[in-house]
């Protein structure tokens, strides 16, 4: 049903290193074995996450044992020792990876430590599980139908990953939406709020990151990647784009206009906004009522 080696070389070649904004994986190896039997007791410091797509064996983990068949799924945490069973042999595929802690999200990092921490670690009947189908679009199918691209091998394989999670994890990190949220729509109500709160002179990263329920960091990040600018340059460029508008359209003050963009004070918005606009304020509302 699959070309199994071409499969895996691919996936191998394309989704090694997995990044985004707010995670970043080492995959150690994607595998598909046609027929995999018994191998040994042992424990690695990685997960591996398998899914059966037929046969029978078993999985024995930290002592207690789990009978397999097609459409299990079964996850082997860090540092718990387990081993697969199998006399007649299972088509398996798996996959091994962990965390690059240090480009993380507090939050992807809190999801997967407490998937590490689940109990819950094999599934039966999951060949309609959203995991099980992801993980069958990265293969290579050998009856025509066409594949996947292998550019979008990176974004499908970071949604597998990520799907463990609710697969398997805890309901904590289930109940997380910051994990699941993607990079572009946090970016997006990011600055719908600040667009909206223009006025508010205390519109910190800290406020607007607890508004949407992320940290500072990870709002911060996404600011970086998406934007390349930081999320200060950001919110003062809109502030003068706004006072810009209100400038020449509007018949309000230079001090309201001040208040009503968040300046806090006349000094600092007319500092502001001639680094920005390389005029004053004053200056610019001349010229922009002149050339009407």
């Not at 990044?19 to 995999?36: C, E, Q």
């Not at 999670?165 to 990079?183: I, T």
């Not at 970016?187 to 910190?204: G, V």
């Not at 998406?226 to 359209?249: G, M």
Request: aromatic share 10%; hydrophobic share 40%; glycine share 4%.
């Amino acid at each position: 049903m699959y070309h199994w080696i071409e499969s895996e070389a691919r996936l191998n070649r394309q989704a090694a290193r997995i990044t985004a904004a707010d995670a970043a994986f080492t995959v150690h190896y994607w595998g598909l074995n046609p027929r995999h039997f018994s191998n040994s007791l042992h424990k690695h410091s990685f997960f591996e996450i398998c899914y059966v797509l037929s046969g029978e064996g078993t999985y024995l983990d930290d002592g207690v044992l789990y009978p397999l068949s097609q459409g299990s799924l079964f996850c082997s945490r860090p540092d718990i020792t387990h081993q697969i069973q199998s006399f007649d042999g299972m088509q398996l595929i798996y996959v091994a990876f962990e965390l690059d802690e240090s480009k993380c999200s507090d939050e992807v990092r809190s999801a997967f430590q407490l998937l590490a921490e689940t109990t819950d670690v094999c599934k039966q009947d999951g060949d309609e599980l959203p995991s099980a189908l992801l993980w069958r679009s990265l293969l290579i199918r050998s009856d025509g139908q066409p594949a996947i691209p292998e550019s979008s091998l990176p974004d499908l394989a970071r949604a597998l990953l990520f799907s463990f999670v609710s697969l398997f994890g805890r309901r904590e990190a289930v109940d997380r939406p910051s994990v699941y949220r993607s990079s572009a729509l946090i970016l997006k109500q990011a600055k719908l709020y600040i667009r909206d709160n223009l006025s508010d002179d205390d519109l910190s990263l800290g406020k607007v990151a607890a508004h949407m329920n992320v940290s500072s960091r990870h709002l911060s990040r996404i600011f970086s990647a998406h934007i390349y600018e930081s999320y200060s340059q950001y919110v003062r460029l809109q502030r003068v784009r706004q006072a810009a508008h209100l400038l020449r359209h509007s018949e309000l003050s230079i001090k309201a206009v001040a208040e009503e963009t968040g300046f806090g004070s006349v000094h600092y918005f007319t500092r502001t906004f001639r680094a920005l606009m390389n005029t004053t304020p004053a200056r610019f509302r001349e010229e922009a009522t002149a050339g009407n």
